[in-house]
């Protein structure tokens, strides 16, 4: 028996397995731009919170008729998963359902079983097409949706469709090929599923047969190997992040912002409550490009699903302002990306900087001053993403870097500073409201 | 008429050697706003009625510094916040009501990391409390049994903090048909305000937030829209007047409709 088909299978899968390790190293390398922050704290919590929001999807149900299909796509996933092992090793070894023998009566169940989620992925991925094309759901069309995101988002879909035809078509003609008892088909019987399909196949002579079967086993190991390399590149890389994402997510009430501790040493020296030492002012105050967010703000922008929850349910948006919480996120990871892209051909970080910046070039004023801090997006993001966050840092470096903030703003910050309140009141008539108390 | 109702400070209350109970945060919207003045003042009346010793800051009092934070300027924010701990823990103070969402989410989630460590409750969580234990009574009959309420989550009370519950059964204890808009709890509406929102103009869009959750709370077509915030108070009153139905619908604060369902 010739060896080629091996050798070239295991050659497919190196040359995969490079291309995978490049651009996981590249991802890595993109959040790493971001600084430091240790997150050691209440480590079950966060496995728990992991498990629902990652493992269970949680807030997929939110809406549930949706929660159930996305359920079906993923379930499927998983679970085609083993069958790909089997595919690999049967690559490897130049075996045939190297599994068969081993499961028994087993073996047809649970290829059946695969078989019913490759129905189901097929029936979900067409509805979502129809929902995304057709129907037309406002969210996949509005503005930071351009031509790539909304071509990615259909890519995958097509592409399920095509893997899941191919699994199924397979087992339709290798099931045939069986039953003419041909050399090499493992007796298996037929499956739950393909067996429907075996007519299309049934009066095709064995060799073209086989060469179909031979056919549909290459696309889809390497289709699935393409796949594989394909979310590295696109928003399903979800399907890997979406894991640590919702680990690291904060646990903190989404009211709390997190407090500048550089900033209270100067606070507290100002007010005569600490000593002046001699530790290093911080580089900035808050957030005008990638390196200035931490690394979790940076996963959160690798993890975006770009499924556009966050800007369905952001007043600013939807009231017509510019902001959208999906698009500061798009918006970090596309910058962080060009950042690195531009570190590999060798320039200095200085230089990348000071030739354009996320905020500004890729974020404006306008966006990041719409938000009302309501915390909507925080609160759908099915993966634990906080737009909210990134948005705040770059207020704090408008505010204390740049000192653009709009005049109105100017004047509150006025008022506090004299009046300890917003408004212009003299702090003397803070109590005057006492008098209401016996007026009825 | 019965005594007049004696507001303590803080102040007043060290130079005798004593200490309240609680110490009513009133916040800067509570103190100057023309509207709100009047929520701080029925509050004073239900705490005076059912006996808790409370105390104020008055003059004493600074704000808590959210809007500077929220609009980027974390150093004024924490001039205002440490100086407010320095007061507080002055004092000794231990528990703290406040009838404002963005106060009580400063003082609580915030002011922690700056050494001011209290026990924060809002106005609405007390007035369960106090509904629940039947310190405070409710009529029956009251004037809102069988109205159509409608309830507006603000965000720094919802989201921010998780208090979905406590108001609504306070309304339910008030006999009121409470009907919920179609974005509630998790996700509801913000007014506008929050993030200093409420100090400058909005940015460029198709139509200001108010308008869009007034519209909202339109559809369910109440007798009362009842809110827990000062900044949601103004931006739905504006949105009721934008309408012209502030003659048909008021807009209230939950403890207003607490005070006036009292036996
Ligand atoms: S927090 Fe800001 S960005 Fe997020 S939904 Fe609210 S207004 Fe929009
Ligand atoms: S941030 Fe979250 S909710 Fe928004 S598009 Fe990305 S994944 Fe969806």
């Given amino acids: 028996m010739s060896y080629l088909p091996q050798i070239l299978f295991v050659l497919c899968l190196s040359i995969a397995g490079f291309f995978i390790y490049k651009r996981v190293n590249f991802i890595r390398k993109a959040i790493l731009l971001g600084k430091k922050k240790s997150v050691n704290d209440r480590k079950s919590e966060r496995l728990r919170h992991m498990l629902l929001l990652a493992f269970g999807q949680k807030k997929m149900f939110d809406k549930p008729l949706v929660g159930v299909m996305h359920f079906i796509i993923y379930a499927g996933f998983l679970i085609i998963n083993i069958e790909v092992l089997e595919i690999v090793l049967d690559g490897i070894t130049g075996a045939h359902r190297l599994f068969a023998p081993y499961l028994g009566e087993a073996y047809s169940w649970l290829i059946n079983l695969f078989e019913l989620f490759a129905v189901g992925v097929i029936v979900t991925c067409v509805i979502f097409l129809i929902r995304r094309n057709v129907l037309k759901l406002p969210r996949f069309w509005s503005a930071e949706m351009k031509k790539w995101p909304r071509l990615d988002a259909n890519l995958i879909l097509i592409f399920e469709i095509t893997l899941m035809w191919f699994f199924l078509s397979m087992n339709a003609a290798d099931s045939i090929l069986q039953s003419r008892g041909v050399e090499h088909y ?24 086989v060469f179909y079967e031979r056919f549909a086993w290459w696309f889809h190991i390497l289709g699935i190997l393409g796949f594989a390399i394909y ?210 | 008429m019965s005594e007049p109702i004696k507001v303590p400070t803080l102040a007043e209350l060290q130079a005798q050697g004593e200490s309240p109970e609680i110490v009513f945060w009133v916040g800067c919207a509570g103190s100057f706003d023309e509207r709100y003045k009047k929520v701080t003042a029925t509050l004073c009346k239900i705490l005076h009625k059912v006996g808790i010793k409370f105390a104020v800051l008055g003059t004493e009092e600074n704000c808590t510094g959210d809007p500077a934070r929220r609009a980027g300027n974390e150093f004024l924010f924490q001039m205002q916040a440490i100086s407010n701990i320095e007061t507080l823990n002055m004092y000794g103070v231990k528990k703290i009501v406040t009838a404002c969402p963005h106060c009580f989410n400063t003082l609580k989630n915030e002011y922690p990391d700056l050494g001011g460590n209290y026990e924060v409750i809002h106005h609405t969580q007390l007035l369960q409390e106090l509904i629940d234990s039947g310190k405070l009574r409710i009529k029956e009959g009251g004037p809102f049994k069988g109205k159509r309420l409608t309830y507006h989550d603000s965000c720094y009370l919802g989201r921010a903090n998780d208090v979905y519950e406590a108001p609504r059964q306070v309304i339910e204890s008030l006999d009121a048909d409470l009907v919920e808009m179609k974005r509630s709890r998790r996700f509801g509406l913000c007014c506008g305000a929050g993030g200093a929102q409420m100090f400058k103009e909005p940015e460029e869009g198709k139509k200001d937030i108010n308008i869009e959750r007034i519209e909202e709370a339109l559809e369910t077509q109440p007798e009362a829209v009842v809110a827990n915030c000062p900044f949601c108070l103004v931006m739905l009153t504006d949105g009721v007047k934008n309408k012209e139905k502030e003659d048909s619908i008021k807009v209230y604060d939950l403890a207003e409709l607490v005070w006036m369902s009292q036996e």
């Fill in chain 1, 231 to 440: 979310i590295t590149y696109s928003k399903h890389l979800h399907i890997a992040l979406a894991f640590p994402n919702t680990y690291f997510a904060s646990l903190e009430p989404k009211g709390k912002i997190p407090n500048m501790d550089e900033v209270t040493k100067e606070v507290k020296i100002a007010l005569g409550l600490a000593q002046a030492d001699d530790s290093p002012a911080p580089e900035r105050f808050g957030a005008k490009d990638v390196t200035d967010l931490n690394w979790i703000q940076l996963m959160n922008a690798f993890s975006c699903t770009e499924c556009g929850r966050c800007t369905a349910n952001c007043p600013a948006n939807i009231t017509g302002k510019k902001l959208s919480p999906r698009k500061i996120m798009m918006d970090t990871r596309d910058r962080a990306e060009e950042f690195v892209r531009q570190l590999e051909q060798g320039k200095a970080i200085e230089e990348i900087k000071s030739e354009k910046s996320l905020y500004g070039d890729y974020i404006t004023k306008e966006e990041i001053m719409a938000c009302t801090t309501c915390n909507a997006c925080v609160e759908a993001c099915p993966v634990s993403i906080n737009p909210l966050s990134i948005i705040l840092d770059i207020r704090r470096y408008v505010a204390m870097e740049a000192g653009d903030t709009p005049n109105e703003w100017n004047v509150v910050f006025n008022n506090l500073e004299t009046s300890m309140s917003p408004w212009k009141f003299p702090p003397t008539d803070r109590f005057n409201w006492v008098e209401l108390v016996n007026k009825d």
């Fill in chain 1, 186 to 209: 493992v007796q298996v019987g037929s499956f739950w599923f393909s067996q429907w399909l075996q007519p299309l196949f049934a009066n095709m002579q064995t060799s073209s047969l």
